[in-house]
């Protein structure tokens, strides 16, 4: 039986395994392994985070096919792409660090020529900011806090330009909405 699986195309594989096959699926995924590996590989050099991922991909390549979420053509193709993907959603999340507490020394400080109720309208601010998502807080804080461009942003951050600046148009819309819930004018925080 063993040698007859050998032969099999993929999409047979896939059809036996969804029959309750296991050593189809066996099959299947020491044929795909060292490709998998080398990909994973490419995007770390950690021997620890290989495995990790190779073991979190192997898992999430079952759940797709028992999902049926596989349709019959090419699979080593919708294989490369469920790797490529599953390794950007893993870098994704890691790369802006989450901040539980809401942090101040980001504010601007108010001097005299603003006008009355100005800083705690900036305190306020900084409380609604901490109700986005945390990447949409980071981006906001990198655009008006720290002056960057859009493009400096995409490029920090490894998102696309046109994302970013949606990202955080909508974050800003968002914030002017939970201000004026509020009570404040938040046209005189920034112009979008």
């Known amino acids: 039986m063993e040698r007859q699986l050998q032969d099999m195309s993929d999409d047979e594989l896939i059809g036996l395994y969804l029959e309750n ?71 994704r999340k890691k790369r802006l660090p989450v901040v539980a507490d809401v942090e101040y020394e980001w504010l601007p400080v108010a001097d005299e020529g603003m ?25 906001i804080k990198m655009r008006y806090w720290e002056r960057m461009s859009y493009r400096e942003i995409a490029c920090r951050t490894g998102i696309n330009c046109s994302t970013v600046v949606k990202r955080i148009q909508t974050g800003c819309r968002e914030l002017r909405r939970m201000m004026e819930e509020k009570g404040y004018d938040s046209s005189c925080f920034w112009e979008i």
Request: glycine letters at 2%.
């Open 115 to 139: 006008p009355e109720g100005y800083e705690e309208a900036l305190f306020c601010l900084a409380e609604q900011l901490s109700c986005l998502p945390v990447p949409v807080q980071e981006l």
């Open 21 to 91: 096959n296991e050593e189809a699926i066996a099959v299947l995924l020491s044929r795909c392994a060292v490709s998998v590996e080398k990909w994973i590989r490419f995007s770390t050099r950690d021997e620890e985070t290989v495995k990790d991922l190779y073991q979190e991909i192997m898992v999430h390549l079952l759940l797709k096919i028992q999902q049926r979420a596989y349709r019959r053509g090419c699979f080593v193709a919708w294989l490369y792409s469920l790797v490529s993907n599953y390794l950007c959603s893993h870098y």
